[in-house]
């Protein structure tokens, strides 16, 4: 067994400015508190620890898991509609930061909102287990999502679905790619080389005009293909 820590940042504005004194608490998945704490007035807790499996398992594609552990943060404050966000990943010997944006309670209203999140189960689960499966590594794939400096209007679906398109910024984008193709346990070198090959390709999608060239009014697709086969 080992041991991650989770810090998080509350924020408002698109992440640009602090909510200070908020309220997290950090609850396993079957429901028993964790932590209680309170932001900073920058909006920021300490750093907090929590059991995850051995760094070992995120290392051998052979592993049949777990990778990672999980908490559910719920975030509380004065004048802000709450958030949760369920299934924050928690990985050995790594400190996750959690930036948690928070929307104020509109005039009309009189008691704030709830907004709850999903996180997914990390992409690379999906190969690990046709591995484990069938002894076989799955064939190449291209990645799911993209991103390219300052920003890119994403489709947020297939392409040729009637799916909503969004302008996101570079940083936050290319930081939601990493994390979903990558596990942060991974060596430096290999994380660096995952992150150079995930720009490439956007640029490549961009500076050839992929999508536009096909007649669709976007830059890239959030989903270009289905989910890794076995």
Not at 44 to 60: C, I, L, Q, Y
Not at 82 to 101: A, S
């Amino acid at each position: 067994m080992g041991f991650g820590y989770l810090m998080v940042n509350t924020l408002t504005a698109n992440e640009t400015l602090p909510v200070g004194y908020a309220k997290i608490e950090m609850t396993a998945e079957d429901g028993s508190l964790f932590y209680t704490e309170i932001s900073d007035a920058n909006g920021v807790t300490k750093r907090m620890g929590f059991n995850a499996p051995d760094e070992s398992h995120t290392f051998d594609p052979y592993d049949p898991g777990p990778y990672y552990g999980k908490v559910n943060v719920k975030v509380t404050a004065d004048r802000y509609n709450t958030k949760i966000i369920h299934g924050v990943q928690i990985y050995d010997t790594i400190t996750m930061i959690l930036p948690v944006n928070l929307s104020p309670v509109l005039a009309s209203r009189t008691e704030p909102e709830t907004e709850e999140i999903f996180i997914p189960r990390h992409q690379l689960e999906d190969v690990h287990e046709c591995i484990y499966a069938t002894g076989v590594e799955p064939g190449g794939r291209i990645l799911r999502q993209v991103v390219i400096p300052n920003y890119v209007t994403v489709h947020l679906g297939t392409p040729a679905s009637s799916a909503q398109n969004v302008r996101v910024a570079f940083k936050t984008y290319i930081k939601n790619v990493a994390t979903h193709e990558i596990y942060a346990t991974w060596p430096l070198a290999s994380l660096e080389a995952n992150i150079l090959a995930q720009i490439s390709l956007l640029l490549n999608r961009i500076f050839t005009e992929w999508y536009p060239s096909k007649g669709y009014g976007f830059d890239i697709a959030k989903y270009i293909i289905s989910p890794v086969p076995c």
